[in-house]
């Protein structure tokens, strides 16, 4: 009777647990479908929805915390991926958002690509192979710091940069993230000025969150194909290199792809994004996350500038968010298919290790220059 006993008590708080977690799993998925996706949402609100969708798609979604920002906020990504069927080691898609603080719409993308995957991949057959074969890394917010600042007032709104004290004798915070990585740092297009929007840091990895991603991504470089990071405005596709005396070895392919993609984004509602180098259609610049996942031999490393090309530029109203994310998404789905495909369809990569050491070398060469004061 005893033994009965306690079967039937360990029976009942199993069907206890199993309980809770099915309540606990409705209300993810319920939360994740209710949440507007066509609205910008505050940092805590981006946090909270994350866990959700963590906690409503157990069989997909991982998350992890990968490092923190100067006033010690997580640097959080979601992992998505499902089991290859046949056991083989997968390859790895990279994209984040919201590096540049004052750009809404960028983690506004991040969580309609999120969306989409989540809400499609169990109905499209090409997206379930994808993710076989593929992990997806996505940061809805780098500069977390910075975001958070812009939500404090009208005063802030526009704010740029992160939020890391001043050095000696300046009084202005923050450091351009996407001047601080190591590609060719402090060459060209940046400032060195404290106070300047684009001052590129004390050095190439000064700031932990450029620094969590070189980590991070670092760490699988061999495995990277892609790596998406999102900004706006003026509606480009930006492919590597911002320093105008460097061409990426397989510069014809990214722009034959960035033009594939700019395409299925113009389907969409109309939207042209010209494509091209930052020198060759924007300005010339160096230490972005672009330049530096090429240079370390990440084949395939865009920038997207979304909308718009001026009227509202990092102030796009909310009722372009759904048309801005449905073509981005379009345009970066264009790009990781072309990726997926010929990296699983017999196809081959450009060698990715030879030519990033090669250009990390002349890259060295041009920042020794820089901090010795060779170059004036």
């Given at each position: 009777m005893e033994k009965t006993t306690r079967t039937l008590g360990l029976f009942l708080?199993?069907?206890?647990?199993?309980?809770?977690?099915?309540?606990?799993?409705?209300?993810?998925?319920?939360?994740?479908?209710?949440?507007?996706?066509?609205?910008?949402?505050?940092?805590?609100?981006i946090y909270g929805w994350m866990e959700d969708v963590e906690r409503g798609n157990p069989e997909l979604v991982s998350s992890a915390v990968y490092g923190h920002t100067y006033e010690?906020?997580?640097?959080?990504?979601?992992?998505?991926?499902?089991?290859?069927?046949?056991g083989r080691e997968k390859k790895v898609i990279w994209v984040d958002c919201g590096i540049h603080a004052r750009e809404w719409i960028a983690p506004a993308f991040c969580q309609w690509f999120v969306k989409e995957i989540v809400h499609s991949y169990k109905t499209n057959k090409k997206l379930e192979q994808m993710l076989q074969n593929l992990d997806v890394y996505v940061t809805p917010v780098i500069n977390v710091d910075g975001y958070v600042f812009t939500w404090a007032n009208d005063s802030t709104r526009l704010w740029r940069k992160s939020r890391s004290?001043?050095?000696?004798?300046?009084?202005?915070?923050?450091?351009?993230?996407?001047?601080?990585?190591n590609a060719n740092w402090g060459t060209v297009g940046v400032s060195f000025d404290s106070c300047a929007n684009n001052y590129c840091g004390k050095s190439a990895g000064s700031e932990p969150e450029a620094q969590a991603v070189m980590d991070v991504v670092g760490g699988m470089i061999n495995r990277t194909l892609c790596f998406?990071?999102?900004?706006s405005a003026g509606q480009l596709v930006l492919l590597p290199y911002g320093h105008p005396e460097i061409s990426a070895p397989n510069y014809d392919e990214l722009v034959s792809v960035g033009e594939a993609a700019a395409a299925e984004m113009k389907k969409l509602h109309g939207m042209g994004y010209t494509v091209g180098t930052s020198p060759q259609i924007l300005y010339p610049n160096s230490?972005?996350?672009?330049?530096?996942?090429?240079?370390?031999?990440?084949?395939?490393?865009?920038?997207?500038?979304?909308?718009?090309k001026g009227e509202f530029s990092h102030l796009l109203p909310e009722e372009q968010i759904q048309p801005a994310c449905e073509e981005a998404y379009a345009g970066a789905l264009s790009i990781i298919s072309h990726v997926h495909d010929k990296a699983f369809n017999s196809?081959?990569?450009?060698?990715?290790?030879?030519?990033?050491?090669?250009?990390?070398?002349?890259?060295?060469?041009?920042?020794?220059?820089?901090?010795?004061?060779?170059?004036?």
């Open positions: 708080m199993i069907l206890s647990i199993a309980s809770e977690t099915s309540d606990s799993l409705v209300e993810a998925l319920e939360s994740t479908q209710s949440y507007d996706y066509t609205k910008y949402h505050p940092m805590d609100e010690r906020r997580n640097i959080t990504l979601l992992k998505f991926g499902l089991e290859n069927p046949e004290t001043p050095p000696a004798g300046s009084s202005c915070h923050g450091v351009d993230l996407n001047r601080n990585f998406l990071t999102i900004h230490g972005s996350s672009r330049d530096w996942a090429r240079l370390v031999g990440i084949p395939f490393s865009y920038t997207f500038e979304l909308r718009d196809g081959t990569l450009p060698n990715a290790a030879v030519s990033g050491v090669a250009l990390m070398i002349f890259s060295t060469i041009i920042s020794v220059f820089v901090t010795t004061g060779v170059f004036v």
